[in-house]
């Protein structure tokens, strides 16, 4: 009686996993799974419009500029118009070498002109950080801490390496500090206790306090990053540089950190995709970024209630902006080599 329950429980398993295992049941669920996703599009772009979101269309100066002066609004958008040119050149421009070559100085140099187009002076009117604001300001805050973080976060993973005993300990503590605490707190502790150690008559606007407060923090992972990637380098590599001559200096600058930028660069995208994200926390603090527009939007009587098409547009435009980083990033890593410089 035994065998034959065993063989009935046999068969039924066989015919069970046959079924489930043929090609057109699978085709069955393909089907299925199709068919509810076409429906889930359907149903939401029929949403998409047949909403009003006139909350975004009215709003577009104030998202894109905030409150910065109207006649002045060339100037972040010629910003605008700058960053979007070196990105396709980034992603889509032709491999000439000497473009390849200049492309790190080109990014760098948009900063620089970000802030020289947007606070003014030598020739333009200047105008104020309070003024700053929408993805302008998201931006700025962006691009700034990314240029003092980079060098920074090199500088701590050489001296997390550093065979002098107290650099070692103080970079190891102060990488271990900041990815113990939240970010939240170092912004907090960027607003309101920064001025409190400054001498009296000097001031930090409070644009470049959140910069200084996401450049400390982010500096610490990048730091970590690289020196992921400077452990994955072979240490035959340096034996045979100082066989050559080179001397310490020369072997981190043209052999280590190269190697290790290209070793690190998808965790670096990583930490600088979540630095454009994170920037939606200084809405916390009362500086006017995308996250921070929004809000004061919904605050319109005319405008009350209409969260799902404010946030929405909000997703899109961070999935926009972060997609467009990691594409940059994957061309960046493909012209990245041991050999050549990008």
Do not use: H
Request: with cysteine; aromatic share 14%; net charge positive.
């Amino acid at each position: 009686m035994n065998n034959l329950n065993s063989n009935l429980n046999t068969n039924l398993f066989k015919k069970l996993k046959r079924f489930l295992l043929s090609k057109s049941k699978y085709n069955f669920l393909n089907f299925i799974c199709f068919v509810i996703s076409i429906s889930l599009t359907f149903n939401f772009l029929t949403w998409i419009f047949k909403s009003n979101w006139k909350v975004v269309t009215s709003n577009l100066n104030l998202y894109a500029f905030g409150s910065f002066p109207i006649n002045e609004q060339w100037r972040p958008l010629f910003w605008f118009f700058i960053l979007l040119s070196i990105t396709l050149i980034t992603i889509y421009g032709p491999k000439w070498n000497w473009l390849r070559k200049n492309l790190l100085f080109g990014w760098i140099g948009t900063v620089p002109l970000g802030i020289y187009l947007l606070n003014g002076g030598f020739g333009l009117d200047t105008v104020m950080t309070r003024n700053w604001g929408g993805l302008t300001l998201t931006i700025l805050i962006t691009s700034c801490s990314i240029l003092f973080s980079l060098p920074i976060g090199i500088l701590l993973a050489l001296c997390r390496r550093s065979s002098i005993f107290l650099i070692q300990k103080l970079s190891s503590f102060y990488i271990d500090v900041m990815r113990a605490v939240p970010l939240i707190a170092v912004l907090f502790f960027g607003q309101l206790l920064i001025p409190l150690f400054l001498p009296v008559g000097i001031e930090i606007d409070r644009v470049w306090r959140a910069i200084i407060a996401f450049t400390l923090f982010v500096s610490a992972y990048i730091a970590e990053d690289i020196r992921g990637g400077l452990q994955s380098i072979p240490k035959n590599q340096i034996e045979a540089a100082k066989s050559l001559g080179l001397n310490k200096f020369q072997i981190n600058i043209f052999i280590l950190i190269p190697q290790a930028l290209r070793v690190a660069l998808p965790a670096i995208t990583n930490q600088l995709i979540g630095l454009f994200q994170n920037t939606s926390l200084m809405s916390i603090l009362g500086l006017m970024e995308l996250l921070g527009v929004s809000r004061s939007i919904l605050a319109n009587p005319e405008f009350i209630g209409q969260y799902i098409e404010v946030y929405i547009w909000l997703a899109s435009v961070y999935w926009l902006f972060c997609t467009t980083m990691a594409l940059v990033s994957k061309k960046l890593e493909q012209k990245m080599t041991i050999n050549k410089g990008f």
